[in-house]
Nanobody
Framework: QVQLVESGGGLVQAGGSLRLSCAASGSIFSINAMGWYRQAPGKQRELVASITSGGSTNYADSVKGRFTISRDNAKNTVYLQMNSLKPEDTAVYYC???????????????WGQGTQVTVSS
């Protein structure tokens, strides 16, 4: 019903930048919050950043000042600009969207397939 397609991951040296994109498609009535999570090997998935439909943002302390989340509501797309990357940012990054399929239906969580970000020292 809803697909989230991520792009933009890759390998970068410490101090470099990457931009992740995630486009939602399907029978979508509205999207509430969208966000990015990450999971490093042997660790739990954690919130990196989130943004509401109105543009309010929230960041993990570890990425404040380095990462910027934004969204294009007309395109159902969320972005994550990552600057000053560190080796500890290495993880699989997952896109998340809180979606309402019809006006009367409750919201549901959807996830992308994940994109690998590797930061070399």
């Amino acid at each position: 019903q809803v697909q989230l397609v991520e792009s933009g991951g890759g390998l970068v040296q410490a101090g470099g930048s990457l931009r992740l994109s995630c486009a939602a498609s399907g029978s979508i009535f509205s999207i509430n919050a969208m966000g990015w999570y990450r999971q490093a090997p042997g660790k739990q998935r954690e919130l990196v950043a989130s943004i509401t439909s109105g543009g309010s943002t929230n960041y993990a302390d570890s990425v404040k000042g380095r990462f910027t989340i934004s969204r294009d509501n007309a395109k159902n797309t969320v972005y994550l600009q990552m600057n000053s990357l560190k080796p500890e940012d290495t993880a699989v990054y997952y896109c998340n969207a809180v979606v309402r399929l019809t006006p009367s239906r409750r919201v549901d969580n959807y996830w992308g397939q994940g994109t690998q970000v590797t930061v070399s020292s």
